[in-house]
């Protein structure tokens, strides 16, 4: 079958291995809850949302996957959608990496998102799709800055850092996912990164230093990611306007 003629299967990734340090103490971020259920299970949620995705791979702390496995079995999807789930590694490169690993054959666009994310809307999440499926090899959603930024001359924790520049605002924007990949282009990115030993802080950023041109697409103030305390509070309270609003 030629790659035009194949059908095109969407899986998401959901690497959900990190701890949540900047959460504070607790439990791994991911099974930390949100509206009194696990974070983890609205990103789940959040994908299995879109029609567009047919499985999705769970990427769990390798001391919980049997309790991320059971807690996904309490939570079950629409029947369209499977789920896997395996264990992450030491950074969320590497574990985007075992999920990537776990797809099947048939799957030709791969989204990949944050666990901490779990209030992203379907709509970004289709936009993402479609984008993909229009021919762009990479997308991630992203929005305008709010604040102005200075780049620095990074120095200790608590001193005055050497302002070294001001990029311009409008070129600016701040990234979220889930972002969306034609596998191969994006496996390829993990395979040369593999050989260079470089790092980035998101799949996009790998996707670039192969040359691939990313796009972006317009975000969404709801798919903030839970980073720190005061996150979580702003999450709790989108979360409970949506229950109010609407049969969320
Ligand atoms: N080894 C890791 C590290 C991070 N992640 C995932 O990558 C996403 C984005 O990372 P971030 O928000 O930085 O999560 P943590 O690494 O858990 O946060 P922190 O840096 O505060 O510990 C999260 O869903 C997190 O679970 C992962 O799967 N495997
Ligand atoms: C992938 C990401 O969410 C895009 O904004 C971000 O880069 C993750 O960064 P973190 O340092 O792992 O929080």
């Known amino acids: 079958m030629s ?15 990190g701890r949540g340090v900047r959460l504070g103490p607790g439990a ?3 099974l930390r809850a949100l509206g009194g259920t696990p974070m983890l299970v609205h990103a789940v949620r959040a994908m299995a949302r879109s029609r567009a995705v047919s499985l999705v791979v769970v990427v ?3 001391a919980e996957t049997a309790e991320v496995r059971h807690l996904l079995d309490e939570h079950p999807l629409p029947d369209r959608t499977d789920v896997l789930v395996v264990p992450g590694g030491d950074t969320r ?3 985007v990496r075992a999920g990537l690993d776990a797809l099947p054959a048939d799957v030709t666009t791969v989204l990949i998102h944050d666990a901490a994310r779990p209030l992203v ?15 762009a090899p990479a997308v991630v959603p992203a929005l305008p800055l709010a604040d102005t930024v200075k780049e620095v001359e990074p120095g200790r924790p608590g001193e005055p850092e ?3 520049g001001t990029p311009e605002r409008a070129r600016l924007r701040a990234v979220q996912t889930p972002q969306g990949f034609d596998l191969k282009t994006l496996l390829h990115a993990h395979e040369t990164i593999a050989v260079t030993g470089e790092g980035a802080t998101d799949d996009a950023g790998m996707v670039e230093r192969t040359g691939v041109t990313v796009v972006v697409v317009p975000g969404h103030e ?4 839970v980073t720190r305390p005061l996150d979580l509070v702003l999450a709790e309270a989108v ?4 229950r109010a609003t609407d049969a969320y």
């Open 3 to 17: 790659d035009e003629s194949r059908p095109q299967r969407t899986a998401a990734v959901i690497p959900a291995a």
């Open 28 to 30: 791994p971020k991911a």
């Open 60 to 62: 769990a702390p390798p």
């Open 93 to 95: 490169q590497a574990s």
């Open 121 to 135: 809307p379907v709509d970004t999440v289709d936009s993402v799709v479609e984008a993909v499926r229009d021919g």
């Open 162 to 164: 050497p302002v070294l």
């Open 222 to 225: 709801e798919a903030f990611k």
């Open 239 to 242: 979360l409970a306007r949506r």
